[in-house]
């Protein structure tokens, strides 16, 4: 006796009757939804923002900045400072260059470069001088910076600072003179005079200004004798 096959029981076909059945199996699409603003978030995640804590669960983005390059970075303005050097050299007004960027725009690593090359030169003559090179241009600096600001002068220190260091430049220039020349007393005395009166009329000719009127030669001569003890430091005078 047989029983028609349910909708539960298996139905055996033959090998032949099973090469005419042909067919597809479709599977349905399932999407899963991860991270969905709709997911609630954990137990201790809602604990932490509802406690206010929620800044422990971020996570900063990586911004990825163009490298600047170094000199940018560092504020180093190398035309800038190849101008200020024309300026120092050449004072004149004549010759058209606008000096008063020298004071109006300071910056750090001109004045820093010209210290450190006047102490590498003074290193032929005695090489316990640099560090005081360094530390007279720093408080030097300050001594004139305080005396201008008692004058009435408006300047910063930083100004002070940059103009004082920038005029370095003329005993730099001076120097390779003085060691063909040295033993011409008579000349190097003359080129040495020369050195400081240069250095010192291009620092008084920048901070010195109009609001000091009658009391100019109170600040000058404090530059003056400044330029005199950095010559001092370098010849051992």
Same mark, same amino acid.
């Given at each position: 006796?047989?029983?028609?096959?349910?909708?539960?029981?298996?139905?055996?076909?033959?090998?032949?009757?099973?090469?005419?059945?042909?067919?597809?199996?479709?599977?349905?699409?399932?999407?899963?939804?991860?991270?969905?603003?709709?997911?609630?978030?954990?137990?201790?995640?809602?604990?932490?923002?509802?406690?206010?804590?929620?800044?422990?669960?971020?996570?900063?983005?990586?911004?990825?900045?163009?490298?600047?390059?170094?000199?940018?970075?560092?504020?180093?303005?190398?035309?800038?400072?190849?101008?200020?050097?024309?300026?120092?050299?050449?004072?004149?007004?004549?010759?058209?260059?606008?000096?008063?960027?020298?004071?109006?725009?300071?910056?750090?690593? @001109?004045?820093?470069?010209?210290?450190?090359?006047?102490?590498?030169?003074?290193?032929?003559?005695?090489?316990?001088?640099?560090?005081?090179?360094?530390?007279?241009?720093?408080?030097?600096?300050?001594?004139?910076?305080?005396?201008?600001?008692?004058?009435? @002068?408006?300047?910063?220190?930083?100004?002070?600072?940059?103009?004082? @260091?920038?005029?370095?430049?003329?005993?730099?220039?001076?120097?390779?003179?003085?060691?063909?020349?040295?033993?011409?007393?008579?000349?190097?005395?003359?080129?040495?005079?020369?050195?400081?009166?240069?250095?010192?009329?291009?620092?008084?000719?920048?901070?010195?200004?109009?609001?000091?009127?009658?009391?100019?030669?109170?600040?000058?001569?404090?530059?003056?004798?400044?330029?005199?003890?950095?010559?001092?430091?370098?010849?051992?005078?």
């Amino acid at each position: 006796m047989q029983f028609p096959p349910t909708n539960g029981d298996f139905t055996f076909v033959s090998s032949t009757e099973a090469e005419e059945l042909s067919g597809t199996i479709s599977a349905p699409d399932i999407k899963l939804n991860m991270g969905s603003e709709n997911v609630k978030d954990p137990y201790a995640t809602t604990f932490l923002r509802q406690r206010g804590y929620g800044w422990l669960l971020e996570v900063e983005e990586d911004n990825s900045e163009e490298s600047k390059p170094l000199l940018e970075e560092l504020d180093i303005d190398l035309k800038d400072i190849y101008y200020k050097i024309r300026c120092v050299l050449m004072p004149m007004p004549s010759l058209g260059y606008n000096r008063q960027v020298v004071r109006d725009n300071p910056d750090f690593w @001109g004045p820093l470069a010209v210290v450190l090359l006047f102490s590498m030169i003074s290193i032929y003559g005695q090489f316990r001088v640099v560090s005081w090179i360094i530390t007279i241009w720093i408080f030097g600096s300050l001594t004139i910076f305080l005396l201008a600001r008692v004058l009435g @002068g408006e300047v910063s220190f930083g100004q002070v600072l940059g103009v004082i @260091g920038y005029s370095l430049l003329p005993l730099i220039v001076i120097a390779p003179l003085l060691l063909v020349i040295g033993g011409f007393e008579v000349v190097s005395t003359l080129i040495k005079l020369f050195g400081v009166f240069w250095a010192a009329y291009s620092a008084a000719s920048l901070l010195v200004g109009d609001e000091f009127k009658t009391k100019k030669p109170l600040l000058i001569y404090p530059i003056f004798l400044l330029y005199i003890y950095f010559l001092s430091l370098y010849t051992g005078v």
